[in-house]
């Protein structure tokens, strides 16, 4: 059935203050006061990132290779088709889904049904633009936020949506959008706060505040950022400036929102200096640098790599995407290609498996991964037993 419309909540008073600014203006530290903080939004906005203790890790060693390849997996899932992917979900007990349209409580429940290991339920709630869930209105996109709301309002329209969508069953959203604009036409028209690294992180900060206030966790993206890129990377191939032109702007706001532990979705752009001409999401250095910024303990995921920037098989795709220190490949495929998604799932859990074998993939590096995925679910991996 088709959820109840909620009134909009009151407006919740919120302030962010940048400080530590160069005379450059660009920002070196971010602190994002709440006036009028509840317990519950100094617990979520503090909280540290869940960290892997060595018990953690023992009890996911002890999962099979079959059950630590499907964590590492995301797929799309849309209403129309849910009947017939929930079971493969479950077959290969997947670590999550990405929901691609409007789609009920009682449908999302299901998608957990008989799962040892809860999936991941996430969605793009960027809005503007791109927005899955609209029966509570429209959002308005970045761009437009950042040049009509202050920091309040936009925290205020971003909390009323998350807890709908977390009252709907929903776990995470892939939002906000950090990158900065810095190239006309830009990649991604209208999805980008500002030119202003501090706008970007200010805003976004909003994003990531509120979320976690409605208990839902936020992804940002498209590290090492878009802002720049010649293309959309869903469209082809896609190139950004080089990485010491975005070490001065792109990547300050993913500096500054550290603290407020996002997880992270790293880009299929090709980034000179760093990338070596492949996609970021297959550049082992690109992880690394994203770890080197407060993020250690983040799970990240990749950009779609169904992707028109991603050449190859999805299975040669998965695989360099996990070789490079990716914790999560997401596959969004599109609704025609539904029926196959069985098939590609399979495809890549098997040549997974065989670079296992032949230690081309590190098993000690997918433990570490997937005891990462099942910190961040508040999950016991002790609890789960052998499977």
Known sequence: MKPMRRSRLKVVLISALVVGLVATGTVVALRFIKPHDTPASNQSSQNPAPTVNQTALLCTEKLSDDVLLGQKLMIAV??????????????????????????????????????????????????????????????????DVASSMTASQAYSLYLTDSK??????????????????????????????????????????????????????????????LGSATGNTDDGPATTDPLSALKTRDLLPYQALSSLDPDVMISNAIVPELTDGQPAVWSPDAVKLLRSYGYENAVVYSDSLTAKAIPGTLQDAALKAWQAGVDVAMIVQTKDQTPEVASYVSQIITQAKTALENNTLERSSVVESVARILARKAIDPCTIGDR
């Open 78 to 143: 849309y209403s129309a088709q849910l009947n017939n992917e929930q079971p493969l979900i479950a077959q290969y007990q997947l670590g999550g889904v990405i929901l691609m349209d409007e789609t009920d409580e009682s449908a999302i429940a299901s998608l957990s049904a008989g799962m040892a290991i809860k999936p991941t339920i996430a969605t793009d709630q960027e809005g503007g633009t791109v927005q899955r869930f609209t029966s509570e209105g429209r959002l308005p996109g970045a761009q």
């Open 164 to 225: 709908y969508l977390r009252d709907l069953g929903l776990t995470t959203n892939f939002a906000p959008v950090v990158d900065v604009i810095s190239r006309t036409p830009q990649a991604l028209p209208g999805r980008m706060y500002s030119a202003s690294p501090n706008s970007v992180s200010s805003y976004a900060g909003q994003y990531i505040l509120a979320q976690k206030d409605a208990g839902l966790h936020p992804v940002i993206k498209h590290f090492p950022g």
